[in-house]
């Protein structure tokens, strides 16, 4: 019900480009989520979700953050999954036309899930160096299995803690970092704040679900007054941060 709400909230309150005056935005508004494309790419992650949704393997899941909403047993159908705890088809769309409009290099995933999303990254730049982080082993693997029968080559596969993970990744920047685990409220200021010192200025930050709960709202409204964030882009399923010294503080909500 806080979704629905929320939801019907950011229908009243949000624009399209016609709202937008600052020149950096307008553009990514326009040239990148208005993007009408088809590309090719996009039949790829099609097949893949009916990879997904045709499996009949059967997972042991280790829930390290918040767990389903839908889904409260711990062993779980792949065909399942992928209706609540992936990526949609419309969402890996953007991720892709993002990581392509910016051309991302560096590339950090928190929540691999079924792998969804991390496709769509590793088809928009097959040169950039993704690393995606899963808590649960069984889920990294048979993500992991897939992206090798896919011949996906840029995507290193990491399972663990993301507490304890962050501290030692050896990149000293990131293009861009995907937050899409662990929806909760202390927890997602806590990544958040831990992964301030692998930013540089054109470091694009996306959030997933900020409307998942009461508790990831305040975690958003948090990040948004953060000293170092200039500019936000509220999507609803997903949000985005920039770091942009050159851009006045502004926050604006889109409606894709």
């Given at each position: 019900m806080y979704q629905v709400i929320s939801y019907i909230k950011f229908l009243f309150?949000?624009?399209n480009q016609h709202g937008v005056h600052s020149p950096f935005v307008y553009n990514f508004v326009t040239k990148c989520l208005y993007n009408k494309v088809n590309y090719s790419a996009y039949q790829k992650l099609t097949d893949y979700h009916k990879i997904l949704k045709s499996s009949r393997a059967v997972l042991q899941i280790t829930d390290l953050g918040e767990g389903s909403k839908t889904l409260g047993t711990n062993k779980r159908k792949v065909n399942q999954m992928v209706k609540t705890s992936s990526s949609s088809k419309k969402e890996s769309k953007l991720?892709?036309?993002v990581t392509q409009y910016f051309n991302f290099n560096t590339i950090l995933e928190l929540g691999t899930s079924l792998g969804m999303g991390t496709y769509a990254l590793a088809l928009?730049?097959?040169f950039s160096k993704i690393s995606t982080i899963?808590?649960?082993p069984n889920t990294s693997n048979f993500a992991k299995s897939k992206f090798k029968e896919l011949e996906i080559k840029n995507v290193t596969f990491i399972n663990g803690d993301f507490t304890v993970i962050i501290p030692s990744l050896k990149e000293d920047k990131f293009d861009f970092i995907f937050f899409d685990g662990h929806h909760n409220k202390a927890a997602t200021i806590q990544y958040f704040k831990s992964l301030l010192p692998k930013i540089h200025n054109d470091t694009v930050f996306v959030f997933d679900d900020i409307y998942w709960s009461k508790g990831m709202t305040e975690a958003w409204e948090y990040i948004k007054a953060h000293?170092?964030?200039?500019?936000?882009v509220d999507c609803f399923h997903l949000a985005f941060v920039f770091f942009r010294k050159e851009?006045?503080?502004?926050?604006?909500?889109?409606r894709v």
């Open positions: 309150t949000s624009t991720l892709f036309r928009a730049n097959k899963e808590g649960c000293k170092t964030v200039t500019v936000t851009q006045a503080k502004q926050h604006f909500k889109i």
